[in-house]
């Protein structure tokens, strides 16, 4: 039971350059989400989609560009990386079938110099 | 998406119950109450929700008060590994915010 994998686990990158964070999950959830965890703010909901092809906006989606053209992939990009971008991204995915229950992944640390 | 209100931090002997309350006094009749911890470091972890009735599973047990404005998460024998970020939320099954806020923090104490 792999669940949901996120890679890279670690990432540094330049300012103005597009990093792609990758998100995968094993067990066919329709909804998938990206949040931020900033020190001091707790986790801010970024993009989040209600299946392939369906993507929605969040609290904080500035910045970043989503897609999703399978169920169990949800990458997020950022198309250029500012210093404020640098943050802990987790991924995580919902199941309906046990209440509503939403999984995350581990997250992708990324440092913006 | 109704707002929680949680104590910044608390303490815990290990061993002993942990009881960490929540408040979210504006909740309506369709939201669940939902319980996260987060390990240093680590994504959130799920540990149980509710609706109206009191739940348990082999996490913890959750108390709700029967006007349904606040809840309490019980971790009957606190270990130092339960130190972490408790988030209480809640979240309608038609809703996709789920919002966290401050948490909790719970440090076990030996």
């Known amino acids: 039971d792999a669940g949901i994998t996120q890679s890279p686990r670690y990432k540094i990158t330049e300012t103005g350059r597009q990093v792609t964070l990758m998100c995968h999950q094993t067990?066919?959830?329709?909804?998938m989400f990206w949040y931020r965890q900033d020190l001091g703010h707790g986790l801010r909901l970024i993009y989040y989609?209600?299946?392939?092809?369906?993507?929605d906006k969040g609290e904080v989606p500035d910045g970043y560009v989503v897609s999703r053209s399978k169920t169990e992939n949800f990458p997020l990009t950022l198309e250029s990386a500012t210093r404020s971008q640098t943050s802990v991204y987790f991924c995580a995915s919902r199941d309906r079938a046990s209440g509503n229950t939403i999984y995350f992944g581990e997250g992708s640390w990324l440092t913006v110099v | 998406d109704a707002k929680t209100t949680q104590p910044p931090s608390m303490d815990c002997a290990e061993g002993r119950a942990a009881n960490l309350p929540c408040n979210h006094s504006t909740i309506s009749g369709n939201e669940y109450v939902y319980w996260y911890r987060q390990i240093h470091s680590q994504g959130p972890q799920y540990i149980i929700h509710g609706l109206k009735n009191n739940e348990t599973n082999e996490m913890a047990s959750l108390i709700i008060t029967e006007d349904r404005k606040s809840s309490t998460l019980i971790l009957p024998h606190a270990t130092l590994r339960d130190t972490a970020v408790y988030y209480c939320?809640?979240?309608?099954?038609?809703?996709?915010?789920?919002?966290f806020g401050g948490g909790t923090r719970l440090m076990v104490k030996p």
């Open positions: 939320i809640v979240l309608s099954l038609q809703g996709n915010m789920l919002t």
């Open positions: 989609s209600a299946a392939a092809d369906i993507t």
């Open positions: 067990w066919s959830h329709s909804y």
